[in-house]
């Protein structure tokens, strides 16, 4: 079965110093792994997704994430935070094998407050 | 272009009433999916709908809720005799036919159901 777990549910940054946010995968077979994030009162926008290309993919707005297979993670990055940044970040693996459909299974979320 | 349109976008019931939730997807797509989303939890599937079929719906609790794409129209998410339980945030998201297991979903601004 498909799973993701991240392993803090807030982050607490200051601008301009950069940012972890940590997600361990698990799946059966060879998994898609996205990035979603969630600003207050709006949906979710993709940041950046890996489908078994490059192991380090870059997004939007500076975020980037690398796939270790090794370690079953997929931590979201981000070399200098932003006040914009503060959001909601979701993990998401696909609960589909390629071919599939959009049936995603998402993580429990990290909630990034960004301070001046 | 619009965006997935949601609507309402926030809705309040008291328990035994009906809730009837609205999506109109991205012009161009024909796949629909509804999530729920919990106080401090990350979205949980619920059911996937392509025109007038649906696909999915192995996340659907088996009582009192329903979900529809018809031809016409937009997609609709029934909730019959709410509980508490039931409030929580419902997501609708779209993809294109070319979408599939992209992992790429559009998500609306939600619609968020509060049961009194």
């Known amino acids: 079965a498909q799973s993701v777990t991240q392993l803090d549910s807030h982050v607490s940054v200051s601008e301009g110093t950069p940012v972890l946010l940590r997600c361990n ?11 979603y994030v969630q600003h207050p009162n709006k949906g979710l926008q993709l940041l950046l997704k890996y489908t078994s290309a490059a ?12 796939f270790k297979k090794s370690e ?14 503060a959001a909601e970040y979701f993990c998401v693996v696909s609960g589909q094998p390629s071919g599939g459909y959009n049936k995603l299974i998402f993580g429990a979320g990290t909630r990034l407050a960004v301070h001046p | 272009n619009a965006g997935v349109m949601q609507n309402p976008r926030h809705l ?10 609205r999506c109109s997807p991205m012009k161009g797509h024909s796949h629909v999916y509804w999530y729920r989303q919990l106080p401090e939890e990350g979205l949980k599937f619920m059911v996937y709908l392509q025109k007038e079929n649906i696909i999915d719906e192995s996340g659907m609790p ?14 609709i998410l029934r909730i019959q005799q709410v509980v508490r339980g039931d409030s929580a945030a419902y997501f609708c998201a779209s993809s294109p036919p070319s979408g599939l297991n992209t992992g790429e ?12």
């Open chain 1, 72 to 85: 079953t993670s997929f931590h979201l990055t981000k070399p200098s935070a932003h006040m914009s940044d």
């Open chain 2, 12 to 21: 309040v019931r008291r328990r035994g009433q009906e809730a009837r939730l």
């Open chain 1, 25 to 35: 995968y698990s799946s059966s077979y060879s998994p898609s792994l996205f990035w």
């Open chain 1, 55 to 66: 192991t380090l993919v870059k997004g939007i707005n500076g975020f980037e994430a690398e």
């Open chain 2, 62 to 75: 088996k009582e009192r809720f329903s979900a529809e794409f018809p031809k016409e129209g937009p997609s």
């Open chain 2, 105 to 116: 979903l559009f998500f609306g601004e939600g619609s968020r159901l509060t049961v009194l």
